[in-house]
């Protein structure tokens, strides 16, 4: 399951709170509850409640702009991230220390560029299946003394993957901060990749698609990352099969780690309650011996030519008591121009239940429990959804609200007040999310990875701030009015195809995303 597939049915499953990701490996998210079914009114009755609650929100948004503004909201100042000592050890190895002793506590991490994408087409699930059994013991001590030596020091030892990056990461008190050195570089130079564990861990890979499959967000996820990516990108590859799964053996495993695993590939990450000269000590004991390699190119491939009008993908799931509705549009990567403006939208149409997607959808016109919006990215750029779940009877005019809702701002500048209380949302949410050493940790990562300027992060609050309605208008106008909105209708194909005909040409695809129509 991609990042990209967890973020989405995090946005949608939880979009009755907030608009969210998903991490890799949560559980599988709560499906929305079936709304019981309720006579319509007439085509002048449904007229006049649209006209009073389409007055209704003007004079809230009215109400709202004539408010003074918040007390105690200043201008962003730039949140100081400490400086990363960035030193190379003789191997190659890019050493990052980001020193905070705030906390007896200290995370070493190694990031490989070893990420879903790099897996090859034939065996699609090769890159997670690595970084999983990694877990499973080194050349030095097997999985239960390895695992016993980690409870003993309180901390913890965890293996996760992304589209972009594997990583192994050691959380323990400074005290074991040798220890932690010593198991990271145990699992990424030394792992024993097990043939007794081949079966256990295609297992997890089977059942992990399998609940993706079973679920209407993860299949709308999957397919809108395809559309959007185009089918030859790796961000857009369909399910792997049980066969490419079972297929997969030790000797590939250990090819893919021989190939990715080398320090020129990787970066090495450490934060927390240690000194950058020890770290490099600890560093040069623990990954000293790891022979060099070169880094591997990012797997790239041209996005597809923009389709001559709008599509609606349906995905055929006929078990479906609902309709999951998901429109998609091509956008910017991060630090692109425009990106910043998409934050903001974000947080316009699908912050929580204040969103104007759950103003309208939900409170107004009462289609759904919960609509979310999210901007994605990666190395082939970003894509920027919304939606929510419905009744499939109302999928047309769910779709219908949905597409306008998503134009209103490139057509209707957003009044000045609304703005600044959305500017002040995002910078305050920044501001407390980079108080920990973790979060300040990923973003450093995130930064070196995509090539982004050293100070990015820390301009980002004063960047967001200086945003304007014109801006966000323009962006706005380009990304959802200019260029064709696309849907994925996860449900049932046969109730669904003549009602959404009006929003695009119409494919079906089965619940491989094979196209069937």
């Not at 709202?64 to 100042?77: C, D, F």
């Not at 877990?135 to 992304?162: C, H, L, P, W, Y």
């Not at 078990?319 to 991060?334: E, H, N, R």
């Amino acid at each position: 399951m991609t990042r990209t597939t967890h973020i989405i049915i995090g946005v949608l499953a939880a979009a009755t709170l907030t608009t969210a990701a998903c991490e890799r490996g949560s559980s599988k998210p709560p499906e929305p509850t079936p709304q019981p079914a309720v006579a319509g009114p007439t085509p002048a009755q449904q007229a006049e409640a649209n006209d009073q609650k389409a007055q209704e929100a003007a004079a809230k948004r009215a109400q709202l702009a004539a408010l003074p503004a918040l007390p105690g909201v200043e201008a962003a100042r730039p949140v100081k991230f400490p400086e990363p000592q960035v030193q190379t050890l003789a191997n190659g190895l890019e050493l990052v220390v980001l020193e905070d002793h705030e906390v007896p506590r200290v995370r070493v991490s190694v990031i490989v560029k070893a990420g879903d994408i790099y897996a090859p087409i034939e065996a699609p699930s090769l890159a997670e299946f690595t970084v999983l059994l990694l877990a499973e013991g080194t050349s030095k001590r097997d999985k239960a003394s390895f695992d016993a030596q980690v409870d003993a020091t309180g901390g913890a030892v965890m293996n996760a993957i992304d589209d972009e990056a594997a990583s192994v990461t050691a959380d323990v008190l400074s005290r074991d901060a040798g220890f932690a050195f010593t198991a990271v570089a145990e699992q990424v130079t030394a792992p024993l990749l097990p043939e007794s564990s081949l079966k256990k861990v295609k297992d997890q890979l089977l059942q992990g698609v399998d609940v993706e499959k079973a679920s209407p967000f993860g299949l709308s996820s999957r397919m809108a990352a395809r559309a959007i990516y185009g089918e030859e990108s790796p961000y857009g590859r369909p399910f792997p099969t049980t066969a490419q799964i079972e297929g997969m053996t030790r000797e590939q495993a250990l090819s893919f780690h021989a190939r990715h695993y080398v320090p020129g590939n990787a970066m090495l990450v450490v934060a927390g309650d240690i000194k950058p000269a020890q770290a490099k000590k600890l560093a040069d004991k623990a990954f000293g011996g790891w022979k060099p390699g070169a880094a591997v190119p990012v797997p790239k491939a041209k996005r597809p030519a923009p389709a001559a009008g709008p599509v609606v993908y349906i995905v055929d799931r006929k078990a479906s008591a609902q309709a999951t509705v998901l429109a998609l549009v091509p956008a910017p990567g991060i630090g692109e121009p425009g990106w910043l403006q998409i934050r903001v939208l974000e947080q316009l149409l699908g912050g929580g239940l204040s969103g104007r997607l759950n103003q309208v959808l939900r409170e107004q016109l009462g289609l759904t429990y919960g609509a979310g919006a999210f901007h994605n990215f990666g190395y082939d750029g970003g894509a920027f959804y919304a939606g929510g779940s419905t009744k499939t009877k109302s999928a047309a005019e769910f779709t219908g609200a949905l597409l306008e809702l998503l134009r209103q701002p490139g057509k209707e500048a957003v009044d000045a007040a609304e703005l600044r209380r959305l500017l002040s949302k995002i910078s305050g949410q920044f501001a407390l999310e980079v108080e920990g050493i973790d979060t300040i940790a990923a973003k450093t990562v995130q930064q070196r990875m995509f090539g982004l300027a050293p100070d990015f992060w820390e301009r980002y609050r004063s960047e967001v701030e200086s945003i304007t309605t014109d801006s966000l208008q323009q962006t706005s106008r380009g990304l959802l009015v200019d260029q064709a909105v696309h849907f994925v209708v996860v449900g049932r194909a046969d109730k669904l195809k003549k009602e959404l005909a009006s929003f695009g040409e119409v494919r079906v695809y089965d619940l491989d995303l094979k196209r069937v129509e």
